[in-house]
């Protein structure tokens, strides 16, 4: 699994999971906050990986360059940004406006009817 990831797993789970999915997650709301497209999150979600890949490397001795370690790690910290982003721009629909559109579960919304 080391050589999966270029570092040992609690690295793993500490830099990419808690530092860079918690800020993922704030980039995500931001985004969001912001009313931008959820393609606008793409571009922070490669450099966050390049980010993480740095501090395991400069850090922890882990390796820099190791395709899998990268594309891992991206997508762990694109996952907390596709959510938070759905999340609070769903949530930012419902009560902006609360006349045309209801709450239809945690990422989703529907028009309202009657």
Do not use: D, K, N
Request: aromatic share 18%; charged share 10%; with cysteine.
């Amino acid at each position: 699994m080391a050589t999966l990831i270029g570092s040992t797993i609690p690295v793993f789970i500490g830099v990419t999971v808690v530092l860079f999915g918690g800020a993922g997650w704030l980039a995500g709301r931001a985004s969001a906050m912001a009313w931008q497209p959820l393609r606008y999150v793409l571009p922070y979600g490669i450099l966050m990986g390049f980010g993480a890949r740095f501090l395991t490397y400069a850090l922890f001795q882990g390796t820099f360059l190791t395709w899998s370690g990268y594309l891992l790690s991206t997508g762990v910290i694109m996952t907390f940004m596709c959510m938070a982003h759905r999340l609070y721009y769903t949530r930012q629909m419902v009560r902006q406006y609360p006349w045309m559109y209801e709450r239809r579960g945690l990422f989703t919304w529907r028009e309202r009817t009657g």
